[in-house]
Every structure is written in C-alpha cells, then in structure tokens.
C-alpha cells in the first residue's frame, strides 16, 4: 500500500497561535506523518524575531513534542534539498511527525501594503541581498562546477523574460470567470448569511452604477457576461 503523508509549510509568524502547539501534540502523539518547514526569515509581518520569541527559535520546540527537528540554512539550496528529503525519508519510515526550520531573511516587503523601511534600515536589507543571497550562492556554485556561466545567465533571462510577457499578454485578452462566482467558489450548498449580503449589496452598486459609470463599465467588460449573471440571474 502506498504511504502518504501531510506536508506543512508554515511563517514565522504561524508560532504564536494556539494550533501551532495543538498541531504539534495531535502529530505528536496520534502520531501523524506530518512534515513540517518553517521558514524562519526573521519577520512577523513588521514584528523582528527578538520579538516573537525568547527562547531559541522555532526549532526548539520539535524536542519537547518528541518530533525529530533539524535547523538547517534556508539560503543553501542544498542544504534545504537534504533536509527535505531526510525528513520525508522519516515521516515515511517511522509514520512520525518531523520540523524544519530553515533560517533565512525577507529582503522583500511583507505585502504590496508594507513599507518595511519603516521598520528596518535599507542598508540592513542591501546589505543582506549582496552577502547571503541563496540566487547568487547557488549560480556560483553552478559555475564553480561547470555547470553554468554568464552567457546561459543572459540566455535564461532573455527567454523567460519574453516568456513572462508573453503569458501576460495572453492572460489580460482572456475573459474573467463571471463575477458571480466570487460567492460560489468556495462554500457548497446553502449560500452563507454573510455572503448573500454581499452578493446583494454588489448587485444593488452594479444597477446604480454599473452602466453608467465608465471605470465600473471598463471593469465589468472584463468579465464574461459582463456581470449579467448578478444583475439577471
């Protein structure tokens, strides 16, 4: 029979929740072959690490569960591949749950709302992105072994730039779903108090607005039926 097993890839800010340590025990003590990977980049949303925890990070926490735990350096490409593979090898095997964590940075912002600056200098982040980069570590790697260089580089850009580009051009002349179907893709069944609200709300903004405002106009061409299947269903 095949085994199968849950594989769990979590933030840093997952720790302060009440189902992290309930995932934990159930894992623990069912027990589950569940594999944990927490990326430790050093943020909760704006809140550092130091902040988060006192103790030593999120990988001493896997022992007082009995779950086999590893640290490893998120920016190693190799490194994390190894541990990866070492812990679904023991989810397997033993039918137990492992963790990772794997300790790295967020040199991006947290979302497109996060102005991260407001937190934390610009040249900690500069300063990171030069010396632990895990793109840059694992190219010269590559190129160490003679697997790659800096003409394949430039090839690899070129083409998936043109790749990308051409996906969005092809993604932006295609109709949307019909714009009912913000309130049916998720809940099967009886349609949810909340959400027949909202349905009706937008319905009722559609009639007044919908043909005679042009930004809604331009928006709602974009879908199929044109928001129809709200106004006449």
């Excluded at 709302?113 to 407001?118: P, R």
Aim: aromatic share 10%; glycine share 8%; hydrophobic share 35%.
């Amino acid at each position: 029979m095949e085994k199968k097993q849950q594989l769990l890839v979590q933030r840093l800010l997952w720790n302060q929740m009440t189902n992290f340590h309930a995932g934990f025990m159930l894992a623990s003590t069912i027990p589950s072959p569940t594999l944990y990977i927490t990326r430790n980049n050093g943020f909760a949303i704006s809140t550092p690490s130091t902040e988060q925890y006192y103790g030593d990070g999120i990988a001493s926490r896997g022992p007082g569960y009995g779950i086999d735990t590893v640290r490893v350096d998120g920016n190693d490409v190799l490194a994390v591949l190894k541990a990866v593979r070492e812990g679904r090898k023991r989810c397997l095997e033993q039918g137990r749950a492992v963790l990772i964590e794997a300790m790295s940075y967020r040199v991006g912002h947290h979302s497109t709302s996060d102005d991260s600056f407001a937190y934390r200098a610009r040249a900690e982040v500069e300063d990171r992105k030069r010396i632990d980069n895990p793109i840059v570590r694992f190219r010269l790697f590559m190129e160490s072994q003679g697997w790659w260089n800096a003409s394949a580089e430039e090839e690899l850009k070129t083409r998936l730039k043109a790749d990308v580009m051409k996906a969005f051009k092809r993604a932006e002349s295609i109709k949307r779903n019909e714009l009912g179907q913000l309130f049916t893709d998720v809940y099967g069944g009886e349609e949810p108090w909340n959400l027949k609200e909202q349905r009706e709300e937008l319905t009722d903004l559609l009639k007044k607005y919908g043909e005679v405002w042009e930004p809604w106009k331009a928006e709602l061409s974009k879908f199929k039926n044109n928001g129809q299947d709200l106004l006449n269903p």
